[in-house]
């Protein structure tokens, strides 16, 4: 388990620290803003326990560093703490617009270059084997290594499970439809785009957040959700809209996931893609000997998805899925805060 207090700075002040230090990457065009320096000390013994006192007793730092004017409506941030898992080699809590996700895929590939290019974890080629404790559990990854270089990252998370198949849902202005529901570290609705009028290949970015963020409502309000293990985490996250071609097929396979606070992403989205395969799974719609691509539709990036193995987790019946997919560096950052400004803890425009 790796000395994190080596790595990330933390602030000893009471008050608030005035530079927080930043290395920026992204996934498949979806940002992640690493934080390395200037949060304050986090409490807690448990990951859980430490998400609930940055959510409770710091959330203005999220603010500042994922709100502008220091960052904009989709951004998307990482800290690092030490985990409880005594198995884990780092812990992780990640933040968005709106609050604490419980898992973020694009994030954990854009963490496991950074965690190996930094030595927290010892490199080794071809691939570096390491174990990053989110919230929703550990998730296991490989970094390719070689020449002294990071690349490709594959990841398996915590066991991935449909909740609901086919579940009719009234969406104010798009009519009745039916969405599945299921788990891949978050929670997510998926349904064709033809459900909801649109074309994925041709439809405003706009458009597809609206009608997203319509079904995201309408399945909470309709549909009571359970973790296996934590009630915590038994939140809903958003909802992707495909294009419809689940039957498998070589060439990529689009999407585009909504979540947080109408928060668009760039990617495939990695937790997304792992509860989707899921549900093809479910389907029979996917064998682990092929691995699918999936394509965002806002920037037609590739993540490949398969399943590994069937298991259960609590009364689901659950698969452990592959996500593979490349994170890019982007540059460092430094926020710094003047005490008399008055947007200094962010705003959103939406």
């Given at each position: 388990m790796a000395e994190l207090n080596h790595q990330v700075i933390f602030s000893d002040s009471k008050s608030p620290p005035f530079v927080i230090k930043t290395v920026e990457m992204h996934t498949g065009g979806e940002p992640v803003r690493i934080i390395t320096e200037g949060y304050p000390k986090i409490q807690g013994k448990t990951i859980l326990e430490k998400r609930a006192y940055v959510r409770d007793n710091l959330d203005v730092f999220?603010?500042?560093?994922?709100?502008?004017?220091?960052?904009?409506?989709?951004m998307y941030g990482a800290l690092l703490v030490e985990p409880d898992?005594?198995?884990?080699?780092?812990?992780?809590?990640?933040?968005?617009?709106?609050?604490?996700?419980?898992?973020?895929?694009?994030?954990?590939?854009?963490?496991?270059?950074?965690?190996?290019?930094?030595?927290?974890?010892?490199?080794?080629?071809?691939?570096?084997?390491?174990?990053?404790?989110?919230?929703?559990?550990?998730?296991?990854?490989?970094?390719?290594?070689?020449?002294g270089r990071s690349g490709r990252v594959r990841f398996h998370s915590v066991p991935a499970f449909v909740f609901a198949l086919d579940q009719e849902v009234d969406v104010p202005d798009y009519g009745r439809v039916k969405v599945d529901i299921a788990y891949g570290g978050a929670f997510y609705a998926f349904l064709p785009d033809?459900?909801?009028?649109?074309?994925?290949?041709?439809?405003?970015?706009?458009?597809?957040?609206?009608?997203?963020?319509?079904?995201?409502?309408?399945?909470?309000?309709?549909?009571?959700?359970?973790?296996?293990?934590?009630?915590?985490?038994?939140?809903?996250?958003?909802?992707?809209?495909?294009?419809?071609?689940?039957?498998?097929d070589p060439t990529p396979t689009v999407q585009t996931s909504v979540f947080g606070d109408a928060s668009v992403d760039r990617s495939p989205c990695g937790s997304g893609t792992t509860a989707r395969v899921a549900v093809?799974?479910?389907?029979?719609?996917?064998?682990?000997?092929?691995?699918?691509?999936?394509?965002?539709?806002?920037?037609?990036?590739?993540?490949?998805?398969?399943?590994?193995?069937?298991?259960?987790?609590?009364?689901?019946?659950?698969?452990?899925?592959?996500?593979?997919?490349?994170?890019y560096y982007t540059g460092t950052a430094e926020s710094t805060v003047e005490p008399d400004d008055p947007l200094k803890n962010g705003f959103l425009v939406k």
């Amino acid at each position: 388990m790796a000395e994190l207090n080596h790595q990330v700075i933390f602030s000893d002040s009471k008050s608030p620290p005035f530079v927080i230090k930043t290395v920026e990457m992204h996934t498949g065009g979806e940002p992640v803003r690493i934080i390395t320096e200037g949060y304050p000390k986090i409490q807690g013994k448990t990951i859980l326990e430490k998400r609930a006192y940055v959510r409770d007793n710091l959330d203005v730092f999220r603010k500042r560093l994922m709100w502008e004017p220091r960052g904009h409506y989709d951004m998307y941030g990482a800290l690092l703490v030490e985990p409880d898992d005594k198995n884990a080699d780092i812990g992780v809590l990640f933040m968005d617009n709106k609050g604490y996700s419980s898992m973020c895929g694009h994030a954990s590939i854009g963490l496991g270059r950074y965690v190996v290019d930094k030595g927290i974890v010892a490199a080794t080629s071809p691939q570096t084997e390491l174990v990053i404790q989110c919230p929703t559990g550990p998730v296991k990854m490989w970094v390719d290594y070689q020449d002294g270089r990071s690349g490709r990252v594959r990841f398996h998370s915590v066991p991935a499970f449909v909740f609901a198949l086919d579940q009719e849902v009234d969406v104010p202005d798009y009519g009745r439809v039916k969405v599945d529901i299921a788990y891949g570290g978050a929670f997510y609705a998926f349904l064709p785009d033809s459900s909801l009028g649109l074309d994925l290949r041709t439809a405003p970015v706009q458009a597809v957040r609206t009608a997203a963020t319509a079904v995201t409502e309408a399945v909470k309000k309709a549909v009571p959700l359970r973790h296996p293990e934590h009630p915590d985490l038994a939140f809903f996250y958003g909802t992707i809209i495909t294009d419809g071609r689940d039957e498998y097929d070589p060439t990529p396979t689009v999407q585009t996931s909504v979540f947080g606070d109408a928060s668009v992403d760039r990617s495939p989205c990695g937790s997304g893609t792992t509860a989707r395969v899921a549900v093809l799974h479910r389907r029979g719609q996917i064998e682990p000997s092929k691995a699918r691509q999936f394509a965002s539709g806002p920037t037609g990036s590739v993540m490949t998805g398969r399943p590994v193995r069937e298991t259960k987790w609590g009364e689901f019946d659950a698969v452990i899925v592959e996500v593979a997919g490349n994170a890019y560096y982007t540059g460092t950052a430094e926020s710094t805060v003047e005490p008399d400004d008055p947007l200094k803890n962010g705003f959103l425009v939406k």
